[in-house]
């Protein structure tokens, strides 16, 4: 007898929900299946869910966590803390694409705890997290992420609100932030999500720090990662390219919510 599908329920219906959606949808992730959807706009989740090949009910948050055994966040750092609470509170699974309102959040994992559920934080935008969680089974000694983004990007984000030159006519690249990656997230709350899931693969968001570039010379969202520690050392950069219906995302974070829903019932585990 083949086991029982996962039933996945996302909220949020922007770049990433419609594109995990779709390949749900398709049959592309075995062992999982859509089981509905919700979002801030339930007329709009309406007319994307219609397109489907198999259209599944769209419902307020409260009502499609009874339906499903995992949620999919795929909406804002504002909306995480309802999203989580109102799904770990139900015993049901978490993964969240706005790591970054997760960030030193020990009472949503023990919310999680108390429930018999777990939060699944996806690699997103970002390579490497394997090695990083690995290390940290060691001693590592530091973790330092550098991000260079079109700076357009970085528009509307509170840590630009104050800088004392125009992002429109940037012509050369100019730090806007530098330190920890806890200030990065809260001044940043829509383009560093990556930076979070650094922190607690390794040493903590106080301990990681981060530099961010707006920078007009790349048109890809860029990381680089370096970590030291007692395994020696890993340089990682990726460069993402951004996704047509939202550039501040890069194509890489739905492809990694996807490769992580097909992990959970993978018979073969890689990586980590
Ligand atoms: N972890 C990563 O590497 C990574 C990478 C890219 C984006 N992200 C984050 O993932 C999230 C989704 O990204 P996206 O590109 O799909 O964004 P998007 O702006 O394209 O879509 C967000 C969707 O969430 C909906 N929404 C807003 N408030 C909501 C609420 N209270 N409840 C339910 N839905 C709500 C919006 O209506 C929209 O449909 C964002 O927080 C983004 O910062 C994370």
Same mark, same amino acid.
């Given at each position: 007898?083949?086991?029982?599908?996962?039933?996945?329920?996302?909220?949020?219906?922007?770049?990433?929900?419609?594109?995990?959606?779709?390949?749900?949808?398709?049959?592309?992730?075995?062992?999982?299946?859509?089981?509905?959807?919700?979002?801030?706009?339930?007329?709009?989740?309406?007319?994307?869910?219609?397109?489907?090949?198999?259209?599944?009910?769209?419902?307020?948050?409260?009502?499609?966590?009874?339906?499903?055994?995992?949620?999919?966040?795929?909406?804002?750092?504002?909306?995480?803390?309802?999203?989580?609470?109102? $799904?770990? =509170?139900?015993?049901?699974? &978490?993964?969240?694409?706005? /790591?970054? @309102?997760? +960030? #030193?959040?020990?009472?949503?994992?023990?919310?999680?705890?108390?429930?018999?559920?777990?939060?699944?934080?996806?690699?997103?935008?970002?390579?490497?997290?394997?090695?990083?969680?690995?290390?940290?089974?060691?001693?590592?000694?530091?973790?330092?992420?550098? $991000?260079? =983004?079109?700076?357009?990007? &970085?528009?509307?984000?509170? /840590?630009? @609100?104050? +800088? #004392?030159?125009?992002?429109?006519?940037?012509?050369?690249?100019?730090?806007?932030?530098?330190?920890?990656?806890?200030?990065?997230?809260?001044?940043?709350?829509?383009?560093?999500?990556?930076?979070?899931?650094?922190?607690?693969?390794?040493?903590?968001?106080?301990?990681?720090?981060?530099?961010?570039?707006?920078?007009?010379?790349?048109?890809?969202?860029?990381?680089?990662?370096?970590?030291?520690?007692?395994?020696?050392?890993?340089?990682?950069?990726?460069?993402?390219?951004?996704?047509?219906?939202?550039?501040?995302?890069?194509?890489?974070?739905?492809?990694?919510?996807?490769?992580?829903?097909?992990?959970?019932?993978?018979?073969?585990?890689?990586?980590?």
């Amino acid at each position: 007898m083949s086991p029982q599908l996962k039933k996945i329920g996302i909220a949020g219906c922007g770049t990433i929900g419609q594109k995990v959606a779709s390949e749900l949808d398709q049959g592309k992730v075995p062992g999982a299946t859509l089981a509905a959807m919700t979002s801030r706009n339930l007329d709009r989740v309406k007319a994307f869910v219609d397109t489907l090949a198999n259209p599944v009910p769209v419902l307020p948050l409260d009502e499609l966590v009874q339906l499903v055994d995992m949620v999919v966040e795929a909406a804002t750092g504002q909306a995480l803390n309802d999203i989580a609470t109102e $799904t770990l =509170k139900a015993g049901k699974d &978490l993964m969240a694409l706005s /790591g970054g @309102a997760l +960030l #030193d959040r020990q009472d949503l994992c023990d919310l999680a705890s108390a429930n018999g559920a777990t939060i699944y934080v996806p690699s997103g935008a970002i390579a490497g997290l394997d090695g990083v969680v690995s290390a940290s089974a060691g001693r590592i000694d530091s973790v330092t992420m550098t $991000t260079r =983004k079109p700076p357009a990007g &970085l528009k509307g984000a509170p /840590g630009v @609100a104050n +800088l #004392d030159f125009d992002l429109d006519t940037l012509k050369e690249p100019r730090i806007v932030f530098e330190g920890p990656t806890a200030e990065a997230c809260k001044l940043f709350p829509a383009n560093v999500n990556v930076s979070a899931a650094l922190s607690m693969a390794g040493i903590g968001s106080k301990k990681t720090t981060i530099r961010i570039y707006a920078d007009p010379t790349v048109t890809k969202n860029t990381h680089e990662i370096v970590v030291e520690g007692e395994f020696g050392r890993l340089a990682i950069k990726i460069e993402n390219t951004p996704s047509p219906t939202n550039p501040r995302t890069g194509v890489l974070s739905a492809l990694s919510a996807i490769a992580s829903l097909k992990k959970l019932t993978s018979p073969l585990q890689i990586g980590t």
